[in-house]
Antibody, heavy 115, light 110 residues
Framework: VQLEESGGGLVQPGGSLRLSCEAS????????MHWIRQPTGKGLEWVSA???????YYVGSVKGRFTISRENAGNSLFLQMNSLRAGDTAVYYC??????????WGQGTKVTVSP | QSVLTQPPSVSAAPGQRVTISCSGS????????VSWYQQLPGTAPKVLIY???KRPLGIPDRFSGSKSGTSATLGITGLQTGDEADYYC???????????FGGGTKVTVL
């Protein structure tokens, strides 16, 4: 059972990135899934979630800029990030929910927003 | 500023006990389950406690969780050098419709 993120990188302010998270060993659509980020040297910050029923949630600072989605056929989770800002610079983790907690974490993908 | 409040750091000698508090409100800790995470340097976080006081398989009983009202506590007994890490609490916030994290507590073994 694991999660593997990809798609991070260096992007200029105002640019876009699409993060992907491939699940293996379990069916992603059977779980609520989240994106959580961590700026270098700082704490964890919740970003977004998608429920089993497809309902979505976002932290206020990314509403209208980020979109979470999943592709059941590919067992994958995505985070489309537009209008990126310096404050979005962080390691982004894809995380599975089980028993009201984050039980499986990916290794993280680094996003750097800089001129 | 984090929605949930944790002390920035705690420390104790090997073999001793430490507790980490997590203070919230009626919309998060007071209403929903609290979970705790350990993050060793350079690694992804790992769940230690879920649903306030339950331990996943493989987590030693040196780690315990409790909740009372709008506060939760993580306890670590028999402190080991391998316990040096950052610890975070988390809970769903029903008013924000968002997950709230504590700012994290660094545990140092003296």
């Amino acid at each position: 059972v694991q999660l593997e993120e990809s798609g991070g990188g260096l992007v200029q302010p105002g640019g876009s990135l699409r993060l992907s998270c491939e699940a293996s060993g379990f069916t992603l659509s059977n779980h609520d899934m989240h994106w959580i980020r961590q700026p270098t040297g700082k704490g964890l910050e919740w970003v977004s979630a998608i429920g089993i029923g497809g309902e979505t949630y976002y932290v206020g600072s990314v509403k209208g800029r980020f979109t979470i989605s999943r592709e059941n056929a590919g067992n994958s989770l995505f985070l489309q990030m537009n209008s990126l800002r310096a404050g979005d610079t962080a390691v982004y983790y894809c995380v599975r929910v089980y028993s009201n907690s984050f039980d499986i974490w990916g290794q993280g993908t680094k996003v750097t927003v800089s001129p | 500023q984090s929605v949930l409040t944790q002390p920035p750091s705690v420390s104790a000698a090997p073999g001793q006990r430490v507790t980490i508090s997590c203070s919230g409100s009626s919309s998060n800790v007071g209403r929903n389950y609290v979970s705790w995470y350990q993050q060793l340097p350079g690694t992804a976080p790992k769940v230690l406690i879920y649903e306030n006081n339950k331990r996943p398989l493989g987590i030693p009983d040196r780690f315990s969780g409790s909740k009372s009202g709008t506060s939760a506590t993580l306890g670590i007994t028999g402190l080991q050098t391998g316990d040096e890490a950052d610890y975070y609490c988390a809970a769903w916030d029903s008013s924000l419709s968002a997950v709230a994290f504590g700012g994290g507590t660094k545990v140092t073994v003296l």
